[in-house]
């Protein structure tokens, strides 16, 4: 009964440091009660994150004005409940292994809670191997394998997306294809046996062309998700295997992801289909 009492009141906590940051966020932007609110973001800071989380900091900054509050937040930090004073979470490129391991038993638990919660949770490359449920450091926020996991360290380069039809309209292209910078991120696919636990996930985007360099077998990349989204309890989840952060003309996908990762009405449709 204890445990549960504890539990309920760093929840409400929590609810209560979002409200209050939230409001100071805005007043901070708009310099009245006004203005648009600015959404929090919290970026992942500590082993495993790897130099693109720069580039990814780049992409939110540019063109937003006061739009996001950015910072930085390590292990110790979400220990202390700081999480609960952000909107959003990204956990950057790196090695998703070092990240969850880092995070401990514990940490990755509070991470759940804060998407749980109505939290957004973005995970990139490295991110998205942790977002998964396929390793035992995994945060377990989306039902997916990473397929050829013997291959992981298959190469770098420029990859072909091919996107669907909500795909196209997320992100506001003219067609239903791109050109994406890959390093080595993460193969999604489904299983076949659905964990009941785990929300299943949209397939915004499939790899159309392959690497497969460094021992991997051909014909296995083409047709496997790149970027995915999923509702996890009151908040919103959304992996990219590539780096769209890294991609020249394709830096604005991040922020287009972190606004939809922060909209409490939750407009979008995030039913997952099989």
Known sequence: MKHVQLVDRRQSIGRAMRYFGGMLCLLLVSGSAFGEQCVRVAVFEGSGVGPSSEKL???????????????????????????????????????????????????????RDFVREGGGFLGVCAGAYLATNDYSWSLG?????????????????????????????????????????????????????????????????????EIAKKGAP????????????????????????????LTDGLEHWIPIVVEWLADERHATNTTATR
């Open 57 to 111: 900091i780049k992409a939110l900054k540019e063109d937003s004005g006061d739009r996001y509050e950015i910072d930085r937040i390590t292990v110790d930090d979400i220990a202390e409940g700081k999480l609960a004073e952000f909107d959003v979470l990204v956990h950057p490129g790196g090695s998703g292994g070092k990240q969850g391991r880092a995070l401990g038993e514990e940490g990755r638990s509070t991470v």
């Open 141 to 209: 926020l989306i039902d997916a394998k990473v397929v050829d996991r013997k291959h992981w360290a298959r190469g770098n380069g420029a990859v072909d997306l091919e996107l669907s039809e909500p795909g196209v309209a997320f992100f506001a292209l003219d067609e239903p294809a791109a050109e994406i910078h890959y390093a080595q991120g993460p193969l999604l696919g489904r299983r076949e046996w659905d964990d009941p636990e785990v929300p299943d996930y949209e397939s915004l985007a499939i790899y159309a062309s």
């Open 218 to 245: 051909e014909g296995v990349m083409k047709g496997t998700s790149a970027a995915v989204r999923c509702a996890y309890g009151d908040g919103r989840v959304f992996c990219f295997g590539p780096h769209p952060e």
